[in-house]
């Protein structure tokens, strides 16, 4: 996988993150185009690739949640958008009291923000849920779960924001 | 090349450190000893004369008043915008905006017209100048500095101006970074550094990690048009409607006297940061207008400004995920930082009392002079990781965008994108690139749009574009497009949304060309100047050694006659003939130049410390 050889690491879901960052900062000393300035313009091209590669790794997997999506990715899993079954009649209730508030219906508002700071929680947890997955291996069993666990945050997630939205464009009202 | 120069080590082409500022430009080099301003304060005004002659700097500050309709300033608020974007500044500065320059600005100064990076280049040209006067050898690289919140065709703009002046700009490197590389290089800190720049027209906000000698942008903030401009612009029409009340006469129609008044405003402005009250003070024909301002009111007056710096700041802290109590130091960049409600309202909100040990008119040229000789190689361990300042995104359908690069992601930074036909036989694909955060296109910064050309007609979904999307260390993107199922490089028509084109860049480089064809002589004669200039100093350093009196009497008399020689010519304006005296010299000083040599040699074998 291309972001893990930039960074010369070996392609897993648990890294280190004090030794992911000194092997961006020591192949950024390497790579970086200012080291080139004086260089042909072969070289020159070629460090600006590196580092933009570099760049785009250290960003993409120093983020577990990122790095989890680049991995599955390059695995050949597919991320699937179906809604968590269990989060269902939460959602659904979710759903009426944003459409309360957005027509006007002010008493919708506190039962918004408990579900979103609900939401929030979830979040929380589920990125340690993820770590802890990490921790074993990359077998496709635990791909998959990752996989379950990345798609139920997502959903989280776009809930949250939408959630924000209507309580913001209400206050800004 | 004559072998005096090379004897002494008359210096290699130099890579000079620009920093372009709304109000003021200055011009700095890396030495030996560290970054070092070359002459002085240029101020960033252009100024048009009725031969067509253009001045730059002081002399054109001094025509603002007597000339204010074929002068500009703070044309930097224009780069890289249209004129759909500028309405505002339309209402407080005095730009004569051209009729019919929709994409690329024009503006009229007296009889000639000019966009943006041309006039930016002349202030370019001067500084240039001025480096090659102060280091006696020609200056033609050139790393500048833009706002950290400059969008792609804002630094666009400002690289065209440096083409436009002669100069390769090497980089284009952020002001507050280059702030903080001025403050850390000599202090070798490790932590967390915030950096608050407000200027004369734009406000940045960046905060790094220091590391080793890396300097890493962690994120970045900005407004590019709040600056000290918004404060005169202020004070200048409460003192125009003051005047009116007072006089009776509403002077805002009459340019020379609105100059005249800013100016006062600027000085009143200036003193309220060292003394507790000043007076705006304008004498105008016979007439005199004088009104003390107090501190009090000064900052009642100018609280929403600052008040406007604050949430960028705010924002800054959030995106690079850092609390108040972890920033380390913040340092104050910009003449703004001098007003006292600034500095304590950075204080308030970063619980630390910021450092200002460095001239904060100065402290951007300097660090752009450091980024010099990093990329000069001058500079070994120190190294800048930069950010770029907003989001990447295409439009994609609904007018919605799709992001590609995010805010804050360190440059150089990329993305790739595949693309199909929509429909059958589509051979072409538009791509509209945009700036910003927001979701709408429309509520974002139009950058350009790029026509993928020359697929060959095939079923709906079976084309196979990949489009790279790459912003360079310059912070200004790249695009490129290949072909997947053949593999070749897929070519492509770029219109950019604002700003020059190539073939407009170039037409004006061809251009100043010709403009600089016609005072070439001028320039060979200035330009002989600076070498002779350069031959007698060395000449006269080397006549310090000890080795000048173990010459011939004879050896010394020639030098002392050639030096005289070139000193008789020195002033005519006859190039080839001031050559031909430095030759003169050149010759004359080549057995002190040799003897030199050798003594240096024989120190050194010794062991000897010699000082290069």
Redesign the interface.
């Known amino acids: 996988m291309q972001y893990y050889d930039a960074l010369g690491l070996e392609p897993s879901l648990s890294l280190d993150a004090e030794d992911l960052k000194s092997r961006f ?1 020591e192949r ?2 390497q790579w ?4 080139f ?2 260089a042909s313009a072969a070289e020159q091209d070629k460090a ?1 690739e590196m ?3 570099l ?2 790794a ?2 993409t997997l120093r983020d577990p949640v990122a790095r989890a999506e680049y991995f599955l990715k390059e695995s050949g899993v597919e991320l699937g958008k179906a809604a968590p079954p269990e989060l269902l009649e939460e959602v659904f209730e979710l759903n009426m009291a944003l459409e309360e508030l957005k027509g006007g219906d002010e008493s919708a508002r506190p039962q918004l923000l408990t579900a979103r700071d609900r939401f929030q929680g979830m979040l929380a947890s589920s990125d340690a849920d993820l770590v802890e997955l990490f921790g074993r291996g990359s077998g496709p069993a635990v791909l998959d779960e990752v996989r379950g666990a990345l798609n139920r945050r997502r959903y989280i997630s776009n809930l949250v924001r939408e959630v924000e939205k209507v309580l913001h464009v209400d206050a800004a009202n | 090349m004559s072998t005096l120069q090379i004897d002494f080590g008359r210096a290699k082409p130099s890579i000079v450190g620009i920093d372009l500022g709304t109000t003021n430009s200055l011009v700095s080099v890396m030495d030996l000893t560290g970054p070092r301003i070359l002459s002085g304060i240029v101020p960033s005004v252009v100024s048009v004369q009725p031969s067509g002659e253009v001045v730059a700097g002081a002399e054109a500050r001094e025509l603002l008043l007597t000339q204010p309709e074929r002068t500009v300033y703070s044309v930097k608020r224009l780069m890289g915008r249209g004129v759909a974007d500028i309405q505002e500044e339309l209402k407080l500065f005095p730009f004569q905006v051209v009729e019919g320059s929709e994409s690329v600005l024009k503006l009229r100064l007296g009889d000639a017209v000019m966009t943006p990076p041309e006039i930016s280049a002349h202030v370019l040209r001067k500084l240039k100048q001025d480096a090659e006067e102060v280091l006696g050898g020609p200056v033609e690289q050139a790393v500048i500095t833009v706002p950290a919140y400059f969008n792609d065709a804002q630094r666009q703009a400002t690289k065209d101006a440096g083409r436009i002046a002669g100069l390769e700009v ?2 284009l490197v952020n002001e507050p970074t280059a702030a903080a590389l001025a403050y850390g290089l000599d202090k070798r800190k490790q932590g967390i550094v915030a950096v608050y720049d407000l200027g004369g027209g734009t406000f940045d906000i960046s905060i790094l990690r220091l ?2 000698g ?1 300097f890493e942008v962690l994120a970045t903030n900005g407004d590019t048009h709040l600056g000290g401009d918004d404060i005169d612009n202020l004070l200048l029409r409460i003192a125009l409607e003051d005047i009116q009340s007072e006089w009776g006469e509403d002077l805002s129609g009459n340019p020379r006297a609105v100059q005249a008044l800013r100016r006062a405003v600027i000085e009143a402005k200036e003193a309220l940061s060292f003394a507790p009250s000043a007076t705006i003070d304008l004498e105008y024909g016979d007439k005199r207008y004088q009104r003390q301002i107090g501190l009090d009111i000064f900052n009642k007056l100018i609280e929403p400004i600052v008040e406007r710096t604050m949430g960028p700041c705010r924002s800054c802290l959030k995106d690079a995920d850092v609390s108040v109590e972890q920033i380390d130091e913040v340092v104050l960049v910009g003449g703004s930082t001098r007003i006292p409600l600034v500095r304590s309202a950075v204080e308030k909100l970063f619980k630390a009392r910021p450092h200002t040990e460095l001239n904060p008119d100065e402290v951007v040229a300097l660090g752009a002079a450091v ?1 010099a000789g ?4 001058d500079v070994q361990d120190a ?3 930069d950010v770029t300042p907003l989001s990447l995104g295409i439009e994609t359908m609904g007018g919605l965008v799709s992001k590609l690069i995010h805010r804050n ?7 790739t994108e595949l693309f199909t036909n929509g429909v059958d036989g589509q051979t072409n694909v538009l791509i509209h690139v945009v700036q910003g955060e927001r979701e709408l296109v429309k509520d974002n910064r139009s950058l350009a749009r790029f026509e993928l050309k020359g697929i060959p007609p095939m079923p709906a979904g079976m084309a196979r574009v990949q489009v790279r999307f ?1 912003i ?2 310059n912070g200004i993107l790249n695009v490129a497009a290949k072909d997947l199922r053949t593999g070749l490089e897929q070519s492509m028509d770029v219109k950019p949304s604002y700003g020059l084109t190539d073939e407009q860049v170039e037409a004006m480089i061809l251009e100043s060309y010709e403009k600089a064809e016609e005072d070439l002589k001028e320039r060979q004669v200035r330009e002989a100047r600076v070498e002779a200039d350069a031959v007698m100093g060395a000449t006269a350093k080397a006549r310090e050694d000890e080795v000048y009196m173990t010459l011939p009497e004879s050896e010394r008399d020639e030098i002392d006659r050639t030096i005289n020689e070139l000193l008789a010519v020195y002033h005519s304006d006859d190039h080839l003939l001031i050559r031909a005296k430095i030759d003169g010299v050149d010759q004359a000083t080549q057995g002190l130049a040799e003897a030199i040599m050798n003594s240096a040699v024989g120190k050194a074998l010794k062991g000897t410390h010699i000082d290069a």
């Open positions: 900062y950024s000393r970086h185009p200012d080291r300035s004086r600006l580092t933009a590669v760049n785009d250290f960003r | 090497l980089r590391h080793d890396i980024q990093i990329l000069g190689g190294l800048l990781l992601s360190t440059i150089p930074a990329s993305e790459l360079d260390a």
